[in-house]
């Protein structure tokens, strides 16, 4: 499987854009990029998630680079309610994939 | 819509004795997984289903059965709790889209 890595904790300010990075250097054509993150005594929630192109929602928003071996995801303006631990995952598509959920980053928003 | 639900939200078990942890979705997905994560660490998957009457185990699988003998509930069995079994389990459901939404878990100690 397709490993990712990423920061162990990442501090912003509060409603400062927050910038948090994953590499994936061993990416498949296949694979697309999920970002979930868990808010403290809760399970995992979806973000977002792309394949080759940048991505918008509500929520986020979600750089791709190039050669797809590493992405970012982008808090526009970060708030107390942000701080979680923010995971970055592969996901082939199509069947059920086993995910790998790795220690994530862990964001602390500063008031 | 509830989601997915898990209960109960809290046991304490000792040596020895056995358990179900239940997990529903009102979703009609067909995918539903089973984790566990231990404090300060990514979530393990423990096993899955892809459908009714298909389960198949994840990466952690010993100690735990499970069934699904219906789309909607995917409970998993812990035959004789260790306290190797202390953790956060988390159910979470999917689709064919991908997006695999959780439970709020069930934090469980064994003495």
């Known amino acids: 499987d397709a490993k990712t890595t990423q920061p162990n904790s990442m501090e912003s300010n509060e409603e400062e854009p927050v910038h948090l990075p994953c590499n994936h250097s061993?990416?498949?054509?296949?694979?697309?990029i999920h970002w979930y993150r868990q808010l403290p005594s809760q399970g995992p929630e979806y973000v977002i998630h792309?394949?080759?192109s940048n991505v918008n929602n509500r929520m986020a928003s979600l750089a791709i680079a190039e050669d797809r071996k590493s992405s970012t995801l982008i808090l526009h303006r970060a708030t107390l309610r942000d701080a979680a631990v923010y995971y970055c995952?592969?996901?082939?598509?199509?069947?059920?994939?086993?995910?790998?959920f790795g220690t994530g980053t862990k964001l602390q928003v500063i008031p | 819509n509830a989601g997915v639900t898990q209960t109960p939200k809290f046991q304490v078990l000792k040596t020895g004795q056995s358990m179900t942890l239940q997990c529903a979705q009102d979703m009609n997905h067909e995918y539903m997984s089973w984790y566990r994560q231990d404090p300060g660490m990514g979530l393990r998957l423990i096993h899955y289903?892809?459908?009714?009457?298909?389960?198949d185990q994840g990466e952690v699988p010993n100690g735990y059965n499970v069934s699904r003998s219906t789309t909607e509930d995917f409970p998993l069995r812990l035959l004789s709790a260790a306290p190797s079994q202390t953790s956060v389990y988390f159910c979470a459901s999917s689709s064919q889209m991908d997006t695999q939404y959780f439970g709020p878990g069930t934090r469980l100690t064994v003495l």
């Open positions: 289903s892809v459908g009714a009457g298909i389960t």
């Open positions: 995952i592969l996901r082939a598509s199509g069947g059920y994939q086993k995910v790998t």
């Open positions: 061993t990416i498949s054509g296949t694979d697309y």
């Open positions: 792309g394949l080759t």
